[in-house]
């Protein structure tokens, strides 16, 4: 079974630049996730997705990253204008969406490392 | 609020048994998660604790005692594969079944 796919692995970017990360989950999966994970703390949720509709994006800075998933699949995440405090791994996770006893196990990407400059 | 406390950093060695605690304080309780990230890798599952008590899982056994809001990730036999972070979730009723992360322990295995 094919794991989560990300897309860059790295991206180096000045800041006030435009930058997008792509997410294919895994086959069957209806959760997808975006975290942001800054060195040495967790993984902090920016979205979520149920499907192809937006269940939590109340940690999103939407002034300047947006997120779509068309189709219930692939996934983008994008940041536009960047700021030097963007400089993160961005994750990506999904899930099949299914709770079994409160447990909905997620499975991650390998990130994408950005940073500003 | 929601919050989980977990120590930041704890060094064992090759061989020996480690214990990582976690504690929480969340509205309403589903669960404790825990996962395993190498320097550089991505978080990868490791446990769930649903009921209270332990569950094993080869060298890596974790339990979890909702009246004292408590859980723990034990490793025996330590090798150093096993130096990574690992962090503890929580999952709630009223979070969609997202996970609420602590900030991680870091593992540091000595020879």
């Known amino acids: 079974e094919a794991g989560v796919a990300q897309s860059p692995r790295y991206k180096i970017i000045e800041k006030r630049q435009s930058v997008a990360f792509w997410c294919n989950p895994i086959s069957g999966h209806a959760t997808l996730y975006w975290y942001q994970q800054i060195l040495g703390q967790g993984p902090k949720l920016l979205i979520q997705?149920?499907?192809?509709?937006?269940?939590?994006d109340s940690q999103l800075p939407k002034d300047r990253f947006s997120a779509e998933r068309l189709k219930g699949v692939d996934s983008t995440l994008k940041i536009q204008p960047a700021k030097l405090e963007d400089s993160a791994v961005y994750l990506c996770a999904s899930s099949l969406g299914l709770s079994r006893g409160g447990s909905d196990t997620q499975y991650f990407g390998p990130g994408t490392r950005l940073t500003v400059l | 609020g929601q919050s989980l406390e977990q120590p930041s950093e704890v060094t064992a060695v090759e061989g020996a048994i480690v214990q990582i605690n976690c504690t929480y304080q969340?509205?309403?309780?589903?669960?404790l998660s825990w996962y395993q990230q190498h320097d550089g890798g991505a978080p990868t599952f490791l446990s769930y604790?649903?009921l209270d008590g332990l569950e094993e899982t080869g060298r890596f056994s974790s339990f979890l005692s909702r009246s004292d809001s408590y859980g723990y990730l034990r490793l025996q036999e330590l090798q150093m594969k096993d130096s990574a972070s690992y962090f503890c979730?929580?999952?709630?009723?009223?979070?969609?079944?997202?996970?609420?992360w602590g900030a991680g322990t870091k593992l540091i295995i000595k020879p």
């Open positions: 604790n649903g």
């Open positions: 979730a929580v999952s709630a009723p009223w979070s969609n079944y997202q996970l609420i």
């Open positions: 969340t509205s309403g309780f589903y669960g």
């Open positions: 997705f149920q499907n192809n509709g937006v269940v939590d």
